[in-house]
T-cell receptor, first 116, second 112 residues
Framework: DAGVIQSPRHEVTEMGQEVTLRCKPI?????LFWYRQTMMRGLELLIY????????DSGMPEDRFSAKMPNASFSTLKIQPSEPRDSAVYFC??????????????FGEGSWLTVV | QKEVEQNSGPLSVPEGAIASLNCTYS??????FFWYRQYSGKSPELIMF????GDKEDGRFTAQLNKASQYVSLLIRDSQPSDSATYLCAVTKTGTASKLTFGTGTRLQVTL
């Protein structure tokens, strides 16, 4: 399996611009997670989906952030407008609790976002 | 109080020694406990998970869980320089079996 695939790997954008991060989960996984990682706050869960339905978005910092999962193989995280404090690594992850691996979640390589 | 707490380190151990990494959690109903390793600039990768009180061994790694004390640890035997990384503790909370909450991680340095 190719693993969780994220794009872009690196993005530098100006404050106020729209940023869209993309994720393809592992085939067959029915949970998808978006995490953000910073030095100060560590790894924070932003939102997660089960069978394409958002289950918990309590970690989304504010209305500038939105996430969608139109089908089982694709999700986006959008920031509009972006701000310098949004600079972080954004990880997408997926899991399938029904498998023998239990609740193991598998991370993509991350999208490194810098807002200047 | 943070939901999952870890000492940020760095924890420095000589090559060949045992590294002991600790984690405490606040939700007494937490169900599952995970240890992830993250190399600098890379994504977290699972080392092992534990559900029941006691020890679970996997090669050079041993996870220890004490639910009464709300404490989980990871022991790395015969530490190698390649073990130098940040180790993240994660837990699933009551009623949210698929939602992992992470600690901020402990940085381990294995010295020659």
């Amino acid at each position: 399996d190719a693993g969780v695939i994220q794009s872009p790997r690196h993005e530098v954008t100006e404050m106020g611009q729209e940023v869209t991060l993309r994720c393809k989960p592992i085939s067959g996984h029915d949970y998808l997670f978006w995490y953000r990682q910073t030095m100060m706050r560590g790894l924070e869960l932003l939102i997660y989906f089960n069978n394409n339905v958002p289950i918990d978005d309590s970690g989304m910092p504010e209305d500038r952030f939105s996430a969608k999962m139109p089908n089982a193989s694709f999700s986006t995280l959008k920031i509009q407008p972006s701000e310098p404090r949004d600079s972080a690594v954004y990880f997408c992850a997926s899991s399938s609790p029904g498998q023998s691996s239990g609740n193991t979640i598998y991370f993509g390589e991350g999208s490194w976002l810098t807002v200047v | 109080q943070k939901e999952v707490e870890q000492n940020s380190g760095p924890l420095s151990v000589p090559e060949g020694a045992i590294a002991s990494l600790n984690c405490t959690y606040s939700d007494r109903g937490s169900q599952s406990f995970f240890w992830y390793r993250q190399y600098s600039g890379k994504s977290p990768e699972l080392i092992m998970f534990i559900y029941s009180n006691g020890d679970k061994e996997d090669g050079r790694f041993t996870a220890q869980l004490n639910k009464a004390s709300q404490y989980v640890s990871l022991l790395i035997r015969d530490s190698q320089p390649s073990d130098s990384a940040t180790y993240l503790c994660a837990v699933t909370k009551t009623g949210t079996a698929s939602k992992l909450t992470f600690g901020t991680g402990t940085r381990l340095q294995v010295t020659l």
